[in-house]
């Protein structure tokens, strides 16, 4: 336990009639219960003042902690010393005569630092330099063999040179003596250390033989026997006796040391160590010190007999002298009465004379007085004001105001969602006229449009047109990055990923590329030239967060370096977004972006907020907007200084001519005193006339001459002194003569002028407003609760954010601290400070029941909508709280702008009347998206085949196509799959295929692997997608009519062109892959079409955008120009009459039967033209 002022300190025990529901306080630092603060707060500041001092170490001024922390490891240490060292070192410090705890520790250690003992684990070093930890067995000394006394082990008897005293006094300590040995009467003296001889054993292995090392083959660790540690053990088993240091009684009954002597522990003499005599004043002394000092005694009884003598002798003399001195004072005081008498008038007026001029000379220092007495009130309030005044922690503020409560923030999103909702929103205002956002929402997007993008599921409502333009302006970015890189820096994609060395960021790569490559490979086009529309768009924008990260390759390094800040895959927000949401990736697989919660659709906006700001045209936007606000703050920041510099001039202008008008005055004064004197002069002139005629009597005369010279020298004073005050204004009037130029008023601006400039100040400050939207919004401020204040420029009223996160209960309740003197709490600074630092938990009263618990709630918005609202808030906020204190500064610099804002404010706007549950409750996914797009790809499959039987450009393949298009029609599943099972074997047409070179085949077989491999991370599970039968069966009508289609009729991107190079690439292709098949290379292995994997893939569709996607590709690979529709009739030139036009089966020309001659009555299958090229293709009847 610690000691209190160096006594033992008993702590306070409970109250012994405490009740189990009574509040008290808890001092967490000493574990005593207090009932009432005060006693509480004592015992507090006792545990945190340096008044405690440790038990064991005697460690003086510490806190209560320090001491506790002290004992402990003082307590460690102690357990840690090694026990063979003790009885041995306990022998030591009683062969010392030491005073000094110090000086015994300093002997001991010099004795033991080159000696060990038996029991002791040391370092042994061996021949070859190997340290091995060994146990010491045994000590022998040079003399051992030779006298045949045997070495020291620990258990030896004692030697026979050794005597043991044994008294039959109860007090062990003086019957312990330590053993000297003699021989032949004379003290023997310890030998050197390095003569001695050790037998270890190694403590690894303890079957190891023991084997004889030398001394200084032996080391100790320093930090084993060190003279802290030394100190330590001592202060423990010693104490002074007769100003020398001994051991303990007790010490010595525990270990026995009455029983044992040191030969025991050490094969060698005992060692002698000096004596240091006790202090003086302690103890008997010897005889002739007792002799020596009656000398001194008497030495000094004589020197001061001598000196009284002497200061005798001195005194008579004196006395003497003074007696000349006082006659020779009175001869002088005779003669000096007269000359006293004569002066005896004058010296009464000189005295009262002076008693006036003190007078005058008290009265001024009680003014001064007075005067310092009042500089030194004010400083102290000053002092007070300033302790006042001085920044504190917002909840530590006594004068807490109530802030006005404002109004919550109800609209149809949920209040979580409503700050990543005004993000968005902020975003589309900042950067909306850079990305045309008017193409797609020429008002703009405002609260409301936002909410029902979040909110509804409609395919073709404001969440369609907003995806629109998020992926329109990031596909046209893109596309204007590309156009920069070189070409001829773009690499392989199997080359980028060997070498990536992140693993994973290698793997997300592969993914990203491999998503990136599907459309060309399955659609014959890039993700950016599919159509995209509301059916497409969900499967778009799924490609899109999947193949993110894909233009992140080494040949665009310098370009991601120099232009986008040293971008890399991990920074890109989507694949952010796959990473954290693998969930909603999946899900978008099966469902449209439409029916998604609004948290789901609020994610992926802002994750394409996040990618378009990536962007480097986005970031050379930003850096503009930053040089624009750095231009408009410096010409703003130089209009202030030309407005603060025009009134300094003006109130240098004030001030000159109230100087002016006070010299003015003094003038006239200066003129009036000169009469004055003038008049008295006159008067004195007078006075002396009629003084000369008065009878010559002593008194009277000499007063009227003092008084003459008085007023002689009171009218020379007033004189030197107009004449200095005159010369002073004519030196002051030269000075303000000659500078004509500052004595003139300065130039003020007129009233237009004034306004033109507030005008521009308030542009510049539209235009900082608008570079800071585009760059960084930052909340206004805190309050005291750490709710953060936003003025966003898309909303026209004050937003309070109530923001929890990391915080705690008791950060939001109040904790004012107690007033006190100005004097006492500068004097308690430091103490706080002090307690501050330590982190005591005693600093805080608050009782047991309280709690410091992470407050979890969530994110809640609300609005002040009025400038009266505001200025309450402006009230209200404390000037000497840390936040708001700077909160209410910017509201006040703002009021201006808060004043225009909310004139527009919209109360109603936030405050959404509908059901509260019905406006809090996140609509649940259902099908009103699925079920439109449903009927939308029925309808557009029946439009194409009808376009593609009317056009002629084929037929469907089952047993009665109108059944197929009213089953389709009417939704009647269940007839498809059973007319699509008759007809599978002839739906199954088989192509030509392609056979590719040796290149290019190894690289599809590397996609086919990345693929296969990162399946499961494209869908964001490994599990397989339930897929709607309705999807599938639409999936295959769609084969159907794909199938029914005539090759001729297909064009790129799932045809082929027959043009001339194409044929001759084939050709060379064939000459290839017969060279290949002759030199013995993989000449087996062929790759797909475009159409092939179309149909794959449309096989393996998931959801109906996908479906829409592999319609449109369908859709754009038919030659429509090769339709009966959009034919022309050779011979009338017109279109129409799609059921009498016949096209030649070669060139594809239209003819009307009705315009040939003869006309055609009969249709046959097979016609030709008679144009020579179509003439002689065929034997069939010609047109």
């Not at 920044?391 to 969602?417: G, H, I, N, Q």
């Not at 010559?696 to 004449?723: H, I, L, Y």
């Not at 297909?1050 to 290839?1072: F, R, V």
Request: proline residues 5%; hydrophobic residues 30%.
């Amino acid at each position: 336990m610690p000691l209190l002022h160096r006594k033992a300190f008993i702590r306070q025990k409970p109250p012994a009639d405490l009740r189990p529901d009574e509040e008290v306080f808890l001092c967490k630092i000493t574990h005593e219960i207090f009932r009432t603060y005060d006693e509480f707060f004592e015992r507090t500041i006792l545990c945190n003042s340096l008044v405690w001092s440790c038990a064991l170490t005697g460690r003086a001024g510490l806190t209560y902690l320090e001491a506790v922390e002290s004992e402990r490891r003082a307590k460690q240490s102690l357990q840690s010393f090694p026990p063979a060292l003790v009885v041995p070192l306990l022998h030591l410090a009683a062969l010392s005569r030491r005073c000094r705890l110090t000086e015994l520790c300093e002997d001991v250690h010099a004795f033991v630092k080159d000696r060990f003992f038996p029991g002791e684990t040391v370092d042994v070093t061996v021949r070859n330099g190997a340290r091995h930890v060994c146990e010491i067995l045994q000590v022998h000394s040079p003399h051992s063999s030779a006298n045949g006394a045997p070495a020291a082990n620990g258990h030896a008897k004692p030697a026979d040179g050794d005597a043991i005293i044994i008294s039959d006094s109860d007090d062990e300590s003086k019957a312990f003596q330590s053993p000297t040995a003699t021989i032949n009467g004379r003290k023997k003296k310890p030998l050197s250390p390095s003569v001695f001889k050790y037998t270890v054993r190694m403590m690894k292995d303890e079957h190891s033989e023991p084997f004889t090392v030398k001394a200084n083959q032996i080391s100790r660790r320093k930090t084993t026997v060190s003279k802290e540690r030394l100190k330590l053990l001592f202060k423990q088993h010693c104490e002074p006796v007769n100003g020398t240091i001994a051991l303990k009684p007790s010490t010595v009954a525990k270990f026995r040391l009455s029983e044992q002597t040191f030969s025991q522990f050490f094969p060698d003499e005992p060692p002698q160590f000096p004596f240091s005599p006790p202090p003086k004043g302690g103890g008997r002394g010897s005889p002739g010190q007792a002799g020596s000092s009656l000398l001194k005694a008497a030495e000094k009884l004589k020197l001061l007999q001598q000196r009284e003598e002497m200061a005798a002798a001195a005194q008579d003399k004196a006395r003497l002298k003074k007696e000349k001195e006082e006659a020779q004072e009175a001869k002088r005081r005779e003669r000096e009465d007269k000359e006293r008498l004569k002066e005896e008038q004058r010296r009464r007026f000189e005295e009262e004379k002076q008693k006036r001029r003190e007078e005058k000379e008290r009265r001024k220092l009680e003014k001064e007085r007075e005067r310092e007495k009042l500089k030194e009130e004010k400083k102290k309030y000053a002092e007070r004001l300033k302790l006042w005044n001085k920044p504190r922690e917002d909840m530590e503020c006594e004068d807490l105001k109530d802030l006005p409560s404002p109004v919550p923030v109800r609209t149809r999103l949920p209040a979580e969602l409503f700050g990543e909702a005004l993000m968005v929103l902020e975003f589309l205002r900042a950067f909306g006229e850079v990305f045309d956002l008017k193409d797609e929402f020429p008002d703009g997007v405002s609260l409301e449009v936002l909410e029902e993008a979040l909110v509804s599921s409609d395919p073709e409502g404001p969440l369609c047109e907003l995806l629109f333009f998020f992926l329109s302006a990031i596909f046209q970015a893109l596309d204007e990055e590309q156009e920069e890189v070189a070409k001829d820096q773009v690499e392989d994609l199997s080359e980028a990923l060997e070498d990536d060395s992140d693993a994973t960021q290698s793997a997300l790569s592969a993914v990203a590329s491999l998503a990136a490559a599907w459309p060309q490979l399955h659609q014959g086009c890039s993700l950016k030239q599919l159509d995209l529309d509301s059916c497409t768009l969900s499967e778009i924008l799924r490609l899109h967060i999947l193949a993110s990260g894909a233009d992140c390759y080494h040949g665009n390094a310098k370009f991601r370096y120099q232009k986008q800040g040293g971008f890399t895959l991990m920074d890109d927000p989507c694949v952010e977004l796959r990473l954290a949401e693998p969930a909603l990736l999946k899900r978008l697989s099966s469902t449209p972006v439409y029916d998604l919660t609004p948290g789901e659709k609020l994610r992926i906006l802002q994750a394409l907020v996040g990618k378009l700001l990536t962007l480097a045209s986005s970031r050379d936007l930003i850096e503009d907007c930053v040089e624009e606000q750095r231009a408009a703050r410096q010409e703003l920041r130089e209009i202030r200084a030309e407005q603060h510099r025009r009134e300094r001039e003006e109130a240098a202008h004030r001030v000159r001519l109230r100087k002016e008008e006070k010299l003015k005055e003094q003038e006239q004064r200066l003129k009036e005193q000169e009469q004055r004197l003038k008049e008295q002069e006159e008067r004195l002139k007078e006075q002396e006339v009629k003084g000369g005629l008065q009878t010559n009597s002593e008194t009277p005369v000499g007063r009227t001459a003092e008084e003459d010279k008085e007023q002689n020298s009171s009218s020379n004073n007033s004189k030197k002194m107009m004449k200095a005050k005159l010369n002073q204004k004519d030196k002051q009037q030269p000075m303000s003569s000659d500078p004509k130029a500052p004595a003139c008023p300065p130039t003020s601006l007129t009233a237009e002028e004034l306004e033109s400039e507030q005008e521009k100040v308030r542009e510049l400050q539209e235009r900082i407003q608008k570079a800071a939207a585009c760059t960084c919004l930052l909340p206004l401020g805190r309050d005291r609760l750490y709710r953060r204040y936003w003025l966003l420029p898309s909303a026209s009223t004050l937003f309070v954010e109530d923001d929890c996160f990391g915080l705690t209960e008791d950060m939001l309740h109040p904790r004012p601290k107690p007033r006190q003197d100005p004097t006492i709490k500068m004097e308690d600074e430091e103490v706080v400070k002090e307690e501050a630092a330590e982190g005591s938990a005693g600093s805080s009263p608050a009782p047991l029941l309280t709690c410091a618990l992470p407050l979890k709630r969530p994110n809640q918005w609300s609005f002040y909508s009025s400038l009266e609202e505001v200025d309450q808030l402006i009230e209200a906020l404390n000037p000497r709280g840390h936040r708001e204190s700077s909160l209410k500064e910017v509201l006040l610099q703002e009021r201006e702008r808060l004043q225009h804002l909310l004139q527009d404010c919209d109360r109603n706007k936030y405050r959404h009347t509908d059901d509260p549950e019905s406006s809090r409750s996140v609509p649940e996914c259902t099908a009103a998206a699925d079920v439109l797009m449903e009927v939308r790809l029925r309808d557009l499959l029946l439009d194409i085949e009808d376009r593609i039987h009317q056009g002629t450009l084929g037929t469907l393949k089952v047993m009665d196509r109108q059944v197929w298009r009213s089953a389709l029609e009417a939704g009647n599943y269940e007839l498809l799959c059973s007319d699509g099972r008759d007809n599978g074997g002839m739906n199954g047409r088989e192509d030509a295929m392609e056979v590719d070179s040796p290149a290019h085949l190894r690289a599809r077989d590397r996609l086919q692997e990345l693929k296969s491999n990162g399946a499961a991370s494209c869908s964001g599970s490994g599990t397989p997608q339930v897929v709607s039968s309705s999807v599938r069966i639409l999936a295959q009508a769609l084969v159907h009519i794909e199938q029914g289609i005539e090759r001729r009729f297909l064009k790129a991107p799932l045809g082929e062109e027959d043009s001339k190079k194409d044929q001759k690439t084939k050709k060379n292709k064939k000459k290839d892959e017969d060279q290949a098949s002759d030199d013995g290379s993989e000449s087996g292995r062929v790759s797909k079409t475009v159409l092939e994997r179309w149909r794959e893939s449309l096989q393996s569709c998931s959801s109906l955008s996908q479906v829409f996607v592999h319609l449109s590709s369908l859709e754009r690979s038919v030659l429509w120009s090769r339709s009966v529709l959009n034919a022309r009739c050779r011979i009338c030139r017109r279109k129409g009459d799609a059921d009498n036009m016949l096209l030649c089966d070669s060139c594809d020309r239209g003819h009307h039967t009705h315009c040939l001659r003869p006309r055609l009555k009969v249709h046959t299958d097979h016609t030709h033209c008679l144009r020579p090229p179509c003439r002689y293709t065929q034997t069939t009847p010609t047109v």
